[in-house]
Each structure stands twice: as C-alpha cells, then as structure tokens.
C-alpha cells in the first residue's frame, strides 16, 4: 500500500491513516504498534507507538523525502490484568523488562499489590511469583506471558463525586 505524505507528518500519523483505512493487510487487530521500521539514508530505527503515545521523547520523526516506513503484523502478545492502568493484550517485543513495560502502560494503579505479582509463561507451563517489587525489577517478559499483579485486599477505595454547575434543591 503506497500512501501520499508530507513533510508535516510524523511516523503516528501514517500509522493512524492505515488504522483508518483498515485494509486487508492492515487492522488495528494484526498491525504492530511497536515493531514499525523507517529507513532514512539507509540508516533503519525502530519506532514503538506504545512509547510514542506515552512519552513526550519517544522516537516518532517527521518524515523527509525518501523515507521508507515499513509495518508489520503482530507476533507474539502478553497478556496483563489487575492493578494496573491499561490492562489488557500488548504485543510482546523481545527483551523487554517486566516494571518498564508496566510503567510504558500508564503504571501501577493505587490499590495495586507490587509484591504480589504472578506471571504465567503459557509456552512453558511455568509460574513465577513477584513478591519483592525492588529485587525483581528486571524480569524479562517472554512471549504469551499472562501477568495478573494482584490489588491490596483492605485498600479503602474512596469514591467521590465532583458536581459542576447549579444544584437545585
């Protein structure tokens, strides 16, 4: 798929334009957000639109004439739940650690237990408990990992309501 661009866009507008266009090849269920490659002088760099979308210096250049982007399909996935902001399914990228790819997500929630995190590994048949939040810090995540990080069972959630305008009585 070929798509015209200019020099007021970057790599995340392209991606969005092909999210848009939702062709055959492409959906926002099979499209990599973080394997995107750009060729430029034939030099290539990786882009993650997980890093993009999440902070401000996250590599996601305006592109320049005779740059090549080039998406993939997704690989592999992960699977995270509990007492994070953002759960759900990522894609897997290789190397990744555990707590910088919970904090890549929006981080732990306040009721999150961060010594009591388990990880399924579904490729091995192995479980891996996390009850030191500072000693486990660099576990690396694997492909189909399933990581539920448990929420703390005596927490007082405080729900409040915010009221704006007129209140009549």
Partial sequence: IYIIVNPT????????ILLIKNTSNFNSLNLSKRNISLIRNKNSSNIDMLKVNRYIQAYNPYLLEGD?????????????????????????????KLFDFIDMIGGFTINADTNNIEIYRANKNEQIYINDYTADKNIILHPYDYINVQQLKNYNDRNTVKIIGEVNT
């Fill in 9 to 16: 866009q970057k790599v995340s507008d392209i991606y969005n």
């Fill in 68 to 96: 090549i982007i080039t998406f993939s399909k997704k690989r592999t996935e992960i699977h995270i739940n509990g007492g994070v902001h953002n759960d759900g399914i990522y894609e897997h990228i290789r190397n990744e």
